[in-house]
Structure formats: structure tokens, C-alpha cells
């Protein structure tokens, strides 16, 4: 998936004041090939989730009725992890006045960075019509072959999700390729818990299994070294950092004949393989979900509740994307104090996955 849209794109950001030096502002996002306009507009709301500054719902009025129909907005306000009130307020009144071609809010994306929050959103609106327009080609292929078919998109975590669910959230999947040769890899081997490097031609990275998944990182960064709300798979580059201290060595999968300069690794090769390991980790990829939320809590025991509704909304979801209930197991969760913030403020932060061990079959393709 590659970002792409033809109309403008407008941040809305709600927030007590402007910035006092207009510098932090992003102006345009050269990597995205999106010049952006702001909007500011006064509101937000603390951390526990009260009003500071009541929405200037008239001044986003006048400016949705000023400018051109059709335009792309993401609007972000603080505080709104915990409340909202004013991202959504201010996205009826787009919907009202402006006839927006689309409407992204950041409060979607949990990160504590209002910034990442902010430039996630924009991603993930550059990249809805690309992704839009290969879900739809793919449900149109596989329909005319399997129309029965579920069909699954891989996730920047190393799981997969419902076909369904990429137009919503494209920026969860659009870099997914190398969590997924990652899976590819360790289903070859038969490996379900350890870590592995994954070496296909000049592409040499590091990565590690717990309980058949990936472990992840709450935020990845792109490219183009920018951070985005997503969670990711922990792929690290090989350096002797990474491999030193380690009780046991990687195991070290190399796709081809050559591969990359695997002699340089100092890690004996455990397998060649001519298969796309890519191909074969989007069959192995367990479907995965999260739920990534701050809430206000009062006392330990609201703390709890929020943690077992969180692991309860997960396992719906999966058994709603269609694995069983057997199946489903939480390998994540977590509720804890946001730092920085009043201790009311609780980061609940749990992951669901659902699927079966890698089949002992594709062992036969991991010689030592």
C-alpha cells in the first residue's frame, strides 16, 4: 500500500491555543505526498477526561462553510484518548457543512503523543483509497474462485484480521510484509516460541516468537523514520548488539540459494528454502486483535473490571472474525498507570490471537 489521495487534506487540531511557535506545526508531509492545511480551533479536555476549554464549534462552522466540498480532514483534541466529545462534535459539524470526502480522528490511534496520534490519523487517510480499491479487487477474484471463502489481510503485528476490516484501518496492515515472512519462516522450521533471522537477498532482520506470535512494539516507525500508532512486530536489524548475550543463537533462515552474506552473520545457517515465505506466512498468521484504550478508574477494582471487559470484547472479536472459542487465547494483558498522568488515568492494553500451531509437516523443510 503506497499513501495516495487527489483532494487536500485538513487537520483540525482542538486544543486550549495554537502552539506558541508555529515551527511545530506540520505543514506538509513530504513522504506522504500530501501538502495540509490546519485548522485550530479552541477545546479539549484533560486527562481525566474534563472539559478545559468548552469547543469553538462556531469557528469550525465557518470554516467548514468557507472552503471547497469534498476535502479529507483528520482532527485531533486533547485529551481525547479518554474523552472524545470534542473530535466527534467537531466531525458532525464537517459532516454538516463541508461535505467531506472523508473523516479520520486520531483518538482511533492510542499513543500518549498527540503528534503520533495526529500524523497516524493522516496516514491512514492517505492510505483508505489504495486500500479500498485492492480489498475490493481481491473480494472480486477470490469470489469468482472460492465465493464461500472467509477472507484475511496480515497485520503489521504478524497476525491477520477480516479482508472486511482493511479500508477502515489501513495503516494496521501496510507494513505487515516482514512480521509475515517472520511467521513464514518459523512455520518452516516448526518453531513456535524462540527467535529467528530471516535473510532474503540484501533483506537480513532479526525477530522473536512467544506462544507461536511475534513479540510487538506499541509504535513503528516507518520508512521514513516517522512514528506511527500501530502495533508491530519487534523486527530489529542484525548487529552483534542484538546477537551477544544471547543463551541461544537465532536460528537463521535464508530464502534462495545465495541469500543475503549470511557468512558475515557468524550464525550457521538451519535452513535454505526456494518457498515465498511471505505467501506462506499470511497462511500460518493467527488472526489477532487488540484492544488499546485509556480509561479513568477510580480504584483497583474498576481497574479489573476494564481489564476483563477488554479481554472479553477481544474474544468476541475473534470469534466474530470466524475462529472458535477454543481456540482463542490472550497472550497480552496489561492495565497499567499512564506515566506523566494522574493515577486514575489506566492504560488497559491487551491482545487477543487465535489460530493453531504451525503444522509439523513443513519441518521436513528445515534441515540443520
Request: one cysteine or more; glycine letters at 8%.
Given at each position: 500500500?503506497?499513501?495516495?489521495?487527489?483532494?487536500?487534506?485538513?487537520?483540525?487540531?482542538?486544543?486550549?491555543?495554537?502552539?506558541?511557535?508555529?515551527?511545530?506545526?506540520?505543514?506538509?508531509?513530504?513522504?506522504?505526498?500530501?501538502?495540509?492545511?490546519?485548522?485550530?480551533?479552541?477545546?479539549?479536555?484533560?486527562?481525566?477526561?474534563?472539559?478545559?476549554?468548552?469547543?469553538?464549534?462556531?469557528?469550525?462552522?465557518?470554516?467548514?462553510?468557507?472552503?471547497?466540498?469534498?476535502?479529507?480532514?483528520?482532527?485531533?483534541?486533547?485529551?481525547?484518548?479518554?474523552?472524545?466529545?470534542?473530535?466527534?462534535?467537531?466531525?458532525?459539524?464537517?459532516?454538516?457543512?463541508?461535505?467531506?470526502?472523508?473523516?479520520?480522528?486520531?483518538?482511533?490511534?492510542a499513543s500518549?503523543?498527540?503528534?503520533?496520534?495526529?500524523?497516524?490519523?493522516?496516514?491512514?487517510?492517505?492510505?483508505?483509497?489504495?486500500?479500498?480499491?485492492?480489498?475490493?479487487?481481491?473480494?472480486?477474484?477470490?469470489?469468482?474462485?472460492?465465493?464461500?471463502?472467509?477472507?484475511?489481510?496480515?497485520?503489521?503485528?504478524?497476525?491477520?484480521?477480516?479482508?472486511?476490516?482493511?479500508?477502515?484501518?489501513?495503516?494496521?496492515?501496510?507494513?505487515?510484509?516482514?512480521?509475515?515472512?517472520?511467521?513464514?519462516?518459523?512455520?518452516?522450521?516448526?518453531?513456535?516460541?524462540?527467535?529467528?533471522?530471516?535473510?532474503?537477498?540484501?533483506?537480513?532482520?532479526?525477530?522473536?516468537?512467544?506462544?507461536?506470535?511475534?513479540?510487538?512494539?506499541?509504535?513503528?516507525?516507518?520508512?521514513?523514520?516517522?512514528?506511527?500508532?500501530?502495533q508491530t512486530?519487534?523486527?530489529?536489524?542484525?548487529?552483534?548488539?542484538?546477537?551477544?548475550?544471547?543463551?541461544?543463537?537465532?536460528?537463521?533462515?535464508v530464502r534462495?540459494?545465495?541469500?543475503?552474506?549470511?557468512?558475515?552473520?557468524?550464525?550457521?545457517?538451519?535452513?535454505?528454502?526456494?518457498?515465498?515465505?511471505?505467501?506462506?506466512?499470511?497462511?500460518?498468521?493467527?488472526?489477532?486483535?487488540?484492544?488499546?484504550?485509556?480509561?479513568?478508574?477510580?480504584?483497583?477494582?474498576?481497574?479489573?473490571?476494564?481489564?476483563?471487559?477488554?479481554?472479553?470484547?477481544?474474544?468476541?472479536?475473534?470469534?466474530?472474525?470466524?475462529?472458535?472459542?477454543?481456540?482463542?487465547?490472550?497472550?497480552?494483558?496489561?492495565?497499567?498507570?499512564?506515566?506523566?498522568?494522574?493515577?486514575?488515568?489506566?492504560?488497559?492494553?491487551?491482545?487477543?490471537?487465535?489460530?493453531?500451531?504451525?503444522?509439523?509437516?513443513?519441518?521436513?523443510?528445515?534441515?540443520?
Amino acid at each position: 500500500l503506497e499513501p495516495r489521495s487527489a483532494a487536500p487534506t485538513t487537520l483540525v487540531r482542538i486544543a486550549p491555543r495554537p502552539p506558541a511557535d508555529a515551527d511545530h506545526e506540520i505543514r506538509s508531509a513530504p513522504d506522504l505526498g500530501q501538502a495540509v492545511n490546519i485548522l485550530h480551533a479552541a477545546g479539549g479536555h484533560t486527562t481525566l477526561g474534563d472539559e478545559l476549554v468548552r469547543l469553538d464549534a462556531d469557528a469550525i462552522r465557518r470554516a467548514a462553510e468557507a472552503v471547497p466540498r469534498g476535502l479529507r480532514y483528520v482532527i485531533t483534541s486533547v485529551g481525547s484518548l479518554v474523552n472524545p466529545a470534542h473530535e466527534i462534535r467537531a466531525g458532525e459539524i464537517l459532516l454538516e457543512h463541508a461535505e467531506p470526502s472523508s473523516i479520520e480522528y486520531s483518538h482511533s490511534f492510542a499513543s500518549s503523543s498527540f503528534a503520533v496520534r495526529e500524523r497516524t490519523a493522516l496516514a491512514n487517510s492517505l492510505l483508505i483509497p489504495p486500500a479500498a480499491s485492492l480489498a475490493t479487487m481481491i473480494a472480486l477474484a477470490a469470489g469468482k474462485r472460492a465465493p464461500q471463502a472467509r477472507l484475511y489481510v496480515t497485520t503489521n503485528d504478524g497476525g491477520c484480521a477480516p479482508l472486511a476490516r482493511l479500508p477502515l484501518a489501513p495503516v494496521h496492515s501496510a507494513l505487515s510484509g516482514s512480521p509475515v515472512e517472520l511467521i513464514g519462516a518459523a512455520a518452516l522450521c516448526g518453531i513456535y516460541d524462540g527467535s529467528l533471522i530471516v535473510a532474503d537477498g540484501d533483506r537480513v532482520f532479526l525477530g522473536e516468537l512467544v506462544d507461536g506470535v511475534p513479540t510487538v512494539v506499541p509504535q513503528l516507525v516507518d520508512r521514513f523514520g516517522s512514528s506511527l500508532a500501530t502495533q508491530t512486530a519487534n523486527i530489529l536489524p542484525v548487529t552483534d548488539s542484538q546477537l551477544s548475550g544471547r543463551v541461544e543463537a537465532p536460528l537463521l533462515v535464508v530464502r534462495g540459494s545465495d541469500g543475503a552474506a549470511v557468512e558475515e552473520i557468524g550464525v550457521p545457517v538451519r535452513a535454505r528454502t526456494a518457498l515465498d515465505l511471505r505467501a506462506l506466512g499470511a497462511a500460518c498468521a493467527s488472526l489477532a486483535d487488540w484492544v488499546n484504550r485509556v480509561v479513568n478508574v477510580g480504584n483497583a477494582s474498576e481497574m479489573e473490571q476494564a481489564l476483563a471487559a477488554a479481554k472479553a470484547r477481544v474474544g468476541a472479536r475473534l470469534v466474530s472474525f470466524g475462529a472458535a472459542p477454543s481456540q482463542v487465547r490472550i497472550t497480552e494483558a496489561r492495565a497499567v498507570a499512564t506515566a506523566y498522568e494522574s493515577p486514575r488515568v489506566v492504560s488497559v492494553r491487551v491482545r487477543g490471537v487465535a489460530g493453531e500451531r504451525p503444522s509439523t509437516q513443513l519441518t521436513d523443510g528445515c534441515a540443520a
